[in-house]
Nanobody, 116 residues
Framework: QVQLVESGGGLVQPGGSLRLSCAAS????????MSWYRQAAGKERELVAA????????NYADSVKGRFTISRDNAKNTVYLQMNSLKPDDTAVYYC?????????WGQGTQVTVSS
C-alpha cells in the first residue's frame, strides 16, 4: 500500500534552516509528481511546493519563493523540502502528498516550529 513518512521537523530560530524528507513506498515513485503542504494551527492546509515526476518542473507558494527548495531523489524514493530563512509564520505541520489512482495519500506530518 502507499505509504509516506515525513521526517526532519523540529524547533528552529528565525532565520534558521531545516531540511524535511518524505520517504515513499508502495507505488512507482519516479512516475508521480509529489508535493509538500503545511497546516498551521487554526488554518487550512495549504500547498507549499510541488515537483514533477522527473524533477524538472517545480512550483512554489508565493510565501516561500526564494526561501524553500523542493527536490527529489527517485533512486531513494524520497522527496525533500529545504527550508531556509525560516520565519515564525512558517510554523506548521508539514505533509507530503501524492495523488495515486483517484486518491490523495498523505504522510503523518512533521512539526516545524520557528521561534526564538
Amino acid at each position: 500500500q502507499v505509504q509516506l513518512v515525513e521526517s526532519g521537523g523540529g524547533l528552529v530560530q528565525p532565520g534558521g534552516s531545516l531540511r524535511l524528507s518524505c520517504a515513499a513506498s508502495g507505488f512507482t515513485f519516479g512516475s508521480y509528481p509529489m508535493s509538500w503542504y503545511r497546516q498551521a494551527a487554526g488554518k487550512e492546509r495549504e500547498l507549499v511546493a510541488a515537483i514533477s515526476s522527473g524533477g524538472g518542473t517545480r512550483n512554489y507558494a508565493d510565501s516561500v519563493k526564494g526561501r524553500f527548495t523542493i527536490s527529489r531523489d527517485n533512486a531513494k524514493n524520497t522527496v525533500y523540502l529545504q527550508m531556509n530563512s525560516l520565519k515564525p509564520d512558517d510554523t506548521a505541520v508539514y505533509y507530503c502528498k501524492v495523488i495515486w489512482g483517484i486518491r490523495n495519500y498523505w504522510g503523518q506530518g512533521t512539526q516545524v516550529t520557528v521561534s526564538s
